[in-house]
């Protein structure tokens, strides 16, 4: 049999500022995908049986030959990255995993997975104690990655994604460890086809260039478009006011309402509507804000906090609920031409 190693992606860790979400890094993406300190190992089944395998080789020895095989990946996962759990259960991996951080909360199942482990500070003797064979991490927290290796646990990480790409490839790499490389590719192509038939809506707009705010507290945290979140809005054509913003944030500004105000942005997208319980309603009786385009255009869009700050499958549905919005503007402009 032969030995793969994989790992994830080398990425800038960056400011946490959504709320209990994954970090974002401000890096350029790398050409292709280096190893971490820690390498996750799985043994991938032979395609051909041995070849002192007699012609006449009965039926229980291929099943025990296959089911061999099997075993080599990883059927106690521990996932400490919400982003890596929503992939796991993605791409069908979701009952080899046993525990989870407190963070994943996506899909529901995940709920009957969290022994209490701290997404920010985990307890290693917690999590050896459950007798993982991977642990899965966005490889942020050297200490707990030395500690990993010192007990020899196979260990795989996926920082925080650049672009798209990152993420098909984080996917697969997933695919890879845990058996289900075909599911995970098919995954891939499928949100390959979404984004693509979202950059054809967008396309097929004649509008000007909008303005946006992305907000990710009421205390006016905002992204870049050196973020990842950032450049998913970039892939639209839409124009990030928090770029104008030239002091170091590590691409995560902190605004002023009076920058937002004379900005005007024409879409406003709230991402801390779950955690901080912003609305439209909010946002509108902030002193001086109802005089804003796209308060008084209706064109406020309340996300949902997890999938806006998260890089896994559901980016996807972000992608199109923001064009959705595009859609709206480029209506009303038409209708008050």
């Not at 989870?100 to 307890?123: C, E, H, L, Q, R």
């Not at 020899?152 to 460890?177: N, T």
């Not at 991402?271 to 064109?299: F, H, M, Q, S």
Request: charged content about 20%.
């Amino acid at each position: 049999m032969t030995r793969t190693t994989l790992a994830g992606l080398i990425a800038g860790v960056a400011l946490v500022a959504a709320c209990g979400s994954d970090p974002e890094p401000v890096a350029e993406p790398a050409s292709e995908p280096a190893p971490t300190t820690t390498e996750a190992e799985f043994t991938e089944p032979d395609a051909d049986p041995p070849a002192e395998a007699e012609p006449d080789a009965t039926d229980a020895a291929v099943e025990a030959e296959t089911t061999e095989a099997e075993e080599t990946y990883p059927s106690r996962i521990v996932s400490l990255s919400p982003t890596a759990t929503e992939m796991l259960y993605a791409i069908g991996a979701g009952d080899q995993v046993i525990a989870v951080d407190d963070f994943s909360n996506y899909p529901a199942d995940t709920a009957d997975k969290m022994p209490g482990i701290s997404g920010y500070d985990p307890n290693v003797e917690a999590i050896l104690a459950l007798e993982p064979d991977l642990i899965v991490t966005e490889g942020s927290n050297p200490d707990l990655i030395e500690q990993i290796e010192r007990v020899g646990i196979a260990h795989w990480a996926g920082p925080a994604a650049v672009g798209l790409d990152d993420v098909y490839a984080q996917i697969e790499q997933l695919g890879a460890a845990t058996g289900h490389l075909d599911t995970a590719v098919a995954l891939t192509a499928e949100m390959s086809t979404r984004v693509d038939a979202v950059l054809a809506r967008i396309a097929d707009l004649d509008t000007p260039a909008l303005s946006y705010y992305h907000e990710l507290d009421p205390t006016y945290y905002s992204v870049t478009s050196e973020t990842f979140i950032g450049t998913v809005y970039g892939l639209l054509g839409l124009v990030n006011i928090a770029d104008a913003i030239e002091e170091e944030s590590y691409g995560y500004p902190q605004l002023s309402a009076e920058f937002i105000l004379e900005a005007d942005p024409d879409l406003i997208f709230l991402a801390c509507t779950k955690y901080c319980g912003e609305t439209i309603d909010t946002v509108a009786a902030r002193p001086g804000w109802d005089t804003l385009t796209a308060v008084g255009n209706g064109n406020v869009i309340e996300l949902d906090d997890d999938i806006a700050s998260r890089w896994g499958p559901r980016i996807v549905e972000h992608l199109e609920q923001v064009v959705d919005a595009v859609e709206t503007v480029a209506v009303g402009a038409a209708t008050n031409a």
